[in-house]
């Protein structure tokens, strides 16, 4: 069992950045791949990016290629995803996920455990 809360969410102007951290508790962090995903108003929760147990492996959407990086520090159970260059169209709720798979995922079934999710709001 692990427990996940993001934070770092918030209100930003369209170009600007954010960071959002996914602080783990409960089994061994380093023993999960730990992804992000997002759901905005209506629409499916859709995979954003994801990075291997020692973080030598990522994958990310076409649409945040170049402006999201995802990173972790196992030694603090955190897994971040830096948002750069943000859009409108970026807006959603930002879950962090958590997979035992062997490999790195990118659909919501493969991930076993999921925080509370955290608000990203970007204004034009």
């Known amino acids: 069992q692990v427990q996940l809360v993001e934070s770092g969410g918030g209100l930003v102007q369209a170009g600007g950045s954010l960071r959002l951290s996914c602080t783990a508790s409960?089994?061994?962090?380093?023993?999960?791949?730990m992804g992000w995903f997002r759901q905005a108003p209506g629409k499916a929760r859709e995979f954003v990016a994801a990075?291997?147990?020692?973080?030598?492996?990522?994958k990310y959407v076409d649409s945040v290629k170049g402006r999201f990086t995802i990173s972790r520090d196992n030694a603090k159970n955190t897994v971040y995803l830096q948002m750069n260059s943000l859009k409108p169209e970026d807006t959603a709720v930002y879950y962090c996920?958590?997979?035992?798979?062997?490999?790195?995922?990118?659909?919501?079934?493969?991930?076993?455990?999921w925080g509370q999710g955290t608000q990203v709001t970007v204004s034009s």
């Open positions: 990075i291997s147990r020692i973080g030598d492996s990522t």
């Open positions: 996920a958590a997979s035992n798979s062997y490999y790195v995922p990118v659909i919501t079934g493969r991930y076993n455990y």
């Open positions: 409960g089994r061994a962090f380093s023993s999960y791949v």
